[in-house]
């Protein structure tokens, strides 16, 4: 399902871009005057111009100077209401005055004349040209053409036959505009005057595709356990006995039910798998460890899990169904039938869109640097003034685009997991700090924002909240190796609580290097904290890289994504990579471009630790 997954992704973009350009020429069409645009405003009519009577033609057909086996057809027609005779002999064409019998050749002279007589505004013809070739402004007729050019506000074009004389079409500029507008709404790049083309032949089994993987999707996403709730609905599979443990609890024999998940068989027996996604594959949180025989990886685990770790028997929960003899090791955190409380202690806003949620535990909490908790999220009705956004972020707040009330319904709650800001402090700790981004709705989407992130920065001091954990696999491993960590946005918070660990809590003296990429200043978290850092251990870089502050002459520092800028200035010149590593947390497209720039350095994945909750 990654392929469809990725598939879907990409064609909605591509296809999505020419639904715009379809719109937008769309709308500049009908604002354009159409009689302007098809030339006829200055084009006179055919009852507009004096009629001839043909039948008092003279001069008899059989008299004209050319023998008559050289004739394949005659036809009687006008040209500027003169009778005329247009013979045809094979391909070609030649004219003779049907009065006088004489010949007639299509001049410049005559072509002008004919095109004044075609012409019916205030213009004064310019000058006019034999096209050898054609013109694309009359695309359906070949071979050579007159233009005859006239100075007037449209900048009228009169194309005339040389063959016979007739007035095929008259341009001016506001064709111009709407014929490439045209040739961008049909997708008619090749000029055919047809939308029935194969560019939008594709685009349309592509949007096909779309809705065909959109349904597939929607279907696959979908497992047995989320029907379980239905009256008399069983799962259908047989019951297998699997051993299951963890580092701090014994494996113990489950009898699991074969037909669904480890992540959703687990649950009927009280032992949760963390997940943000509820076991669709697409947040890499519920990983679990075969201790031999691993059941061979999917697509999904190869996206979310690392090729070492595969090699020792990691696998997600949520695409592995148990199977009898099983034996398989997860986190402490999934045993946890209890939730803890907490109180927050403070809640504030660090940037417009991000927020420090500070707790005090009731018992203190034993953690390691790049834990997270999982917050249980009850259904809510928050009005948007509960978030608190100070004055200075209100423009920001407007342009989101948000219902006055935040809603999320149900019964049941939901579980996200928030990594842990604050290095241990000894063995326990009870005061927590979290950075919470809030996730507003796609532009264009009139969708609710994103459940957790509207729970958790509604907080306020005072408030109760519930947790599991702590849990994570995304922690630092002792070695001398030079750490270097690379993060975005909220991604700030297990980054920050492995640096303040290595250098305050171990002393370590190590290479440390820590770089961060923000859209602009205002975005730049605990700043003033890690350039106190910087300047009191010489052993630690901090860097900054903004990517939209193009317009702040104030900021000296680094510019651009951070993957790029960590590239250029440190990584393509560093000469020991294979000696470093890497730990990266941050938004989703960072993370990816990230892994991808140090998989093409040849930084080996054991080396690459990184974690993004499937955010």
């Given at each position: 399902m990654i392929f469809i997954r990725k598939l879907h992704k990409w064609l909605t973009l591509l296809i999505g871009a020419q639904l715009i350009v379809w719109l937008v020429t769309g709308t500049i069409i009908s604002f354009i005057d159409q009689v302007e645009v098809s030339g006829n405003e200055t084009r006179r009519s055919v009852t507009d111009q004096e009629s001839t009577d043909l039948a008092k033609v003279l001069y008899p057909s059989h008299q004209l100077s050319i023998t008559p086996d050289q004739i394949d057809s005659i036809a009687l027609t006008k040209i500027l209401q003169r009778p005329v005779y247009l013979i045809g002999q094979g391909s070609e064409t030649m004219l003779f005055d049907a009065t006088t019998g004489s010949e007639l050749r299509i001049d410049k002279h005559l072509v002008e004349a004919i095109a004044r007589k075609s012409y019916r505004g205030d213009g004064e013809i310019t000058d006019s040209e034999l096209m050898e070739l054609g013109s694309d402004e009359v695309r359906d007729f070949a071979g050579p053409i007159w233009r005859i050019n006239i100075e007037d506000d449209l900048a009228t074009r009169v194309y005339v036959s040389p063959e016979d004389g007739r007035v095929l079409a008259h341009r001016n500029s506001r064709w111009k505009v709407v014929d490439f507008l045209l040739m961008l709404h049909f997708m008619d790049y090749a000029r055919e005057d047809s939308f029935n083309n194969w560019q939008i032949i594709i685009v349309g089994f592509g949007t096909l595709w779309i809705a065909i993987s959109g349904v597939l999707l929607v279907l696959f996403s979908f497992g047995r356990s989320d029907f379980l709730w239905l009256p008399g609905f069983r799962s259908g599979g047989a019951r297998v006995s699997s051993k299951v443990g963890s580092e701090?609890?014994?494996?113990?024999?489950?009898?699991?039910?074969?037909?669904?998940?480890?992540?959703?068989?687990?649950?009927?027996?009280?032992?949760?798998?963390?997940?943000?996604?509820?076991?669709?594959?697409?947040?890499?949180?519920?990983?679990?460890?075969?201790?031999?025989?691993?059941?061979?990886?999917?697509?999904?685990?190869?996206?979310?899990?690392?090729?070492?770790?595969?090699?020792?028997?990691?696998?997600?929960?949520?695409?592995?169904?148990?199977?009898?003899?099983?034996?398989?090791?997860?986190?402490?955190?999934?045993?946890?039938?209890?939730?803890?409380?907490?109180?927050?202690?403070?809640?504030?806003?660090?940037?417009?869109?991000?927020?420090?949620?500070?707790?005090?535990?009731?018992?203190?909490?034993?953690?390691?640097?790049?834990?997270?908790?999982?917050?249980?999220?009850?259904?809510?009705?928050?009005?948007?003034?509960?978030?608190?956004?100070?004055?200075?972020?209100?423009?920001?707040?407007?342009?989101?685009?948000?219902?006055?009330?935040?809603?999320?319904?149900?019964?049941?709650?939901v579980a996200r997991t928030y990594s842990i800001a604050v290095a241990p402090n000894g063995e326990a700790s009870s005061d927590l700090k979290f950075t919470v981004r809030f996730a507003p709705p796609p532009d264009g989407l009139e969708v609710q924002p994103g459940i957790g992130s509207t729970y958790m920065c509604s907080l306020?001091?005072?408030?109760?909240?519930?947790?599991?954990?702590?849990?994570?696999?995304?922690?630092?491993?002792?070695?001398?190796?030079?750490?270097?960590?690379?993060?975005?946005?909220?991604?700030?918070?297990?980054?920050?609580?492995?640096?303040?660990?290595?250098?305050?809590?171990?002393?370590?003296?190590?290479?440390?290097?820590?770089?961060?990429?923000?859209?602009?200043?205002?975005?730049?978290?605990?700043?003033?904290?890690?350039?106190?850092?910087?300047?009191?251990?010489?052993?630690?870089?901090?860097?900054?890289?903004?990517?939209?502050?193009?317009?702040?002459?104030?900021?000296?520092?680094?510019?651009?994504?951070?993957?790029?800028?960590?590239f250029e200035n440190l990584l393509k010149h560093h000469e020991s990579l294979g000696d470093c590593e890497f730990y990266i947390c941050g938004p989703p497209m960072m993370l990816a471009a990230t892994r991808e720039m140090l998989s093409k350095l040849g930084v080996a994945e054991s080396l690459i630790r990184f974690d993004d909750f499937g955010n």
């Open positions: 701090n609890n014994e494996a113990q024999s489950y009898n699991l039910d074969s037909a669904l998940s480890y992540y959703s068989s687990l649950s009927q027996h009280g032992v949760r798998l963390s997940s943000n996604c509820d076991g669709s594959g697409s947040c890499g949180l519920c990983k679990v460890q075969y201790t031999s025989d691993p059941p061979p990886d999917t697509a999904v685990d190869r996206e979310w899990i690392n090729t070492s770790d595969l090699a020792d028997g990691f696998r997600l929960g949520c695409q592995h169904k148990p199977c009898s003899n099983d034996v398989i090791v997860i986190p402490d955190m999934a045993f946890q039938q209890s939730l803890q409380s907490a109180v927050v202690v403070s809640s504030q806003w660090l940037t417009p869109l991000l927020k420090e949620i500070s707790i005090r535990a009731d018992a203190p909490v034993q953690f390691r640097p790049g834990d997270h908790l999982e917050f249980q999220i009850p259904a809510f009705d928050i009005d948007v003034d509960q978030l608190a956004v100070p004055s200075s972020y209100v423009n920001v707040w407007r342009g989101l685009g948000l219902s006055k009330r935040l809603v999320h319904a149900g019964t049941n709650t306020q001091a005072g408030d109760s909240v519930t947790f599991r954990g702590p849990g994570g696999d995304f922690l630092l491993h002792e070695s001398d190796r030079e750490k270097i960590l690379i993060g975005g946005g909220a991604g700030m918070a297990p980054l920050k609580s492995m640096a303040v660990h290595l250098l305050s809590n171990l002393q370590w003296e190590g290479k440390l290097r820590f770089w961060y990429g923000a859209r602009n200043q205002q975005e730049i978290l605990y700043r003033d904290s890690f350039e106190k850092f910087a300047a009191d251990h010489q052993n630690f870089e901090w860097q900054v890289a903004l990517s939209d502050a193009n317009d702040d002459n104030s900021w000296t520092g680094k510019r651009g994504f951070i993957h790029e800028s960590i």
